[in-house]
């Protein structure tokens, strides 16, 4: 059978990066930690980085971008990202996606799937060659049920209601930080929903991404995503 394997090398408001590695071919979804970091976290194996797909436009994702393409990484943006982005002979190895057009690297089929944030962000539909299919989405008020079946399902799940509403009670965050999050990233009871909905009967992973320090609690967020009987990673 298949090698697959998922890395979340950072996860959360300070950074993420997330990698997928598959016969011998690697595509990193995020640029928010350095290229030397990513090239630490994976350097137990010598697969070949064959893309990089940017969700949005906001730091903890692109942050490193230019790193990426200044060492050669074919590296993926949205239709509307980066309007003023300056030149740089490294240019060449930038690439935008559409929404929902297929983009197909040598051992990857990405589509980009439109989520709900504050600036334009996507999700993306993966399938790789041996056809493995995975679902990957972060920073996003919610997220519509898809009529497909996915074998590892990677999403964010940045705030239990209760903790943050608890938070804002005990003055602990702002009404703007508040609203902001609950508008525009994911909590544990919106996830739920979306799995609850979701056919899940060859999902063998769910790993849940993004997940606030202050307004979360990845025990609680493992405990309740396990009873979809599947196994669970929190980060
Ligand atoms: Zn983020
Ligand atoms: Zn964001």
Redesign the pocket.
Known sequence: MNDIKINILASG?KG?CVVISDSGHRLIIDAGISYNQYLDGMSYDYYETEALFISHE?G??CNYLNEYLRNGVNSYIGPNFFKNIQYSVYNIFLNKYEIMERVFTDNYEIIPIKMYHDCENCGFKITTKSGIKILFF??TGAIKYIDEQFDYIIGECNYIEEIIKDNYHNEKIPLVAYERIMSYHMGLEDLIFFLKNQDLSITKKIISI?SSKNNSNKDIIKNELQRFGKIVEVY
Do not use: M, P, V
């Open positions: 408001s993420n906001h903890d994702h972060t920073d993004h």
